[in-house]
């Protein structure tokens, strides 16, 4: 039987801050999973990340950051296109060629854009055609699918809707890709229940010592169900997050002394600390090398970027041709 083709996987993540469980268990592991069976292209978002208009020397770090702690996770550099957003420039022109085709009302309406306001931030243009260059990073490298958690849900809904658009108004030209969200773990909550975000001051970070990581999950907000009575495990972030690290024996396991009663919740958070420490102990320890070797995780990235520019070139040689440029 013929093999069937890859697909094409894209994703990308913002270097806007240190990585935490959130980010891991909603892109990073299933982006890592899919490695095995496809033609992965997963870039770090830095042309994105200057809507915030971070320092120019920080800014910086983080992408070599955030690159790190990608690959301690398992993101494979042989296999996978791995790079930095603005490696690739080309993503700039077909930014604008799909502006131009972009209804203002589209991008008004992104919950995204609509939240950052709400919390007093000054819209920049650039946050305001966000959704545009990201849906030029997944129309440039032809990507099927893109796994993100589910509050990326409605900026792959604007990426479809463009690549339509511009199939209709100029010819069968670009590939409408699919988001792949899991629902499991599509939004992870934060230590006071609400989605896990750098934003809110919630989070459980990937790579923090153990100590400070040990406080924060001491710190989960729980109700106050005394240690006799039975707990309801599906209304608890302590049991939430569990489940992501243990396997299905061990979650059952815990759902069974959450409805005994008798475990106050300090148990299940001692738990909760042990997974963490055993699940991310080997990631720790790759990374303890990796951040030794900056010349060589630059190599990566600089590599990555050479194969993501002659896939990037082509796409952006078709648009051209299809829009009457060139
Ligand atoms: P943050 O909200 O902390 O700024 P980002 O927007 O940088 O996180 O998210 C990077 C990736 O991680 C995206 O694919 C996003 O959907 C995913 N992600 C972030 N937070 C969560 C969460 N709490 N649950 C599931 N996925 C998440
Ligand atoms: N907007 C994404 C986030 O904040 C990052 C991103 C930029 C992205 N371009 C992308 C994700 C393309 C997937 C595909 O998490």
């Known amino acids: 039987m013929a093999e069937l083709p890859k697909k094409r996987v894209l994703s990308g993540i913002q270097p806007s801050g240190t990585l935490h469980i959130g980010n891991y268990f909603g892109m990073m592991r299933p982006a890592i999973a899919l490695q095995a069976e496809n033609e ?30 990608f690959l301690a996770c398992g993101l494979d550099p042989e296999r996978t296109v791995f790079f930095r957003q603005s490696d690739v420039p080309q993503v700039q022109e077909l930014a604008w060629v799909l502006s131009c085709i972009t209804p203002v009302g589209l991008l008004e309406r992104c919950h995204s854009y609509k939240d950052k306001i709400a919390r007093g931030i000054s819209p920049n243009h650039g946050l305001f055609s966000y959704p545009v260059l990201m849906a030029a ?30 199939n209709q108004r100029y010819g069968p030209t670009l590939v409408v890709p699919d ?61 939430a997050l569990y489940r992501l690290f243990a396997g299905p024996a061990e979650t059952a396991a815990l759902r069974e002394r959450y409805l005994a009663g008798g475990m106050g919740y300090g148990e299940a958070k001692q738990m ?38 002659a896939v990037a070139s082509q796409t952006l040689e078709a648009v051209k041709k299809a829009v009457g440029l060139a």
């Open 272 to 309: 909760l600390f042990e997974k963490y420490c055993s699940y991310f102990g080997p990631f720790r320890e790759r990374r303890e090398e990796l951040v030794r070797q900056p010349d060589h995780v630059e190599r990566i990235l600089q590599q990555g970027a050479r194969r993501a520019r």
């Open 137 to 166: 990073d997944i129309l440039l490298y032809g990507s099927h699918l893109v796994p993100v958690g589910r509050d990326q849900k409605q900026h792959l809904e604007v990426t479809r809707d463009l690549a339509v658009r511009f």
């Open 40 to 69: 992965c292209f997963y870039f770090i978002a830095d042309y994105h990340a200057l809507t915030q208009t971070p320092d120019p020397a920080e800014l910086r770090e983080r992408v070599l950051g955030v690159a790190v702690d």
């Open 179 to 239: 988001a792949l969200i899991q629902e499991a773990t599509a939004v992870v909550p934060g230590t006071d229940g609400q989605k896990m975000s750098k934003s809110y001051g919630n989070t459980i970070e990937i790579f923090a010592d153990a100590k400070k990581t040990r406080k924060r999950i001491m710190r989960i907000v729980t109700d106050s169900t005394p240690v006799e009575a039975p707990k309801d495990p599906e209304r608890c972030t302590v049991f």
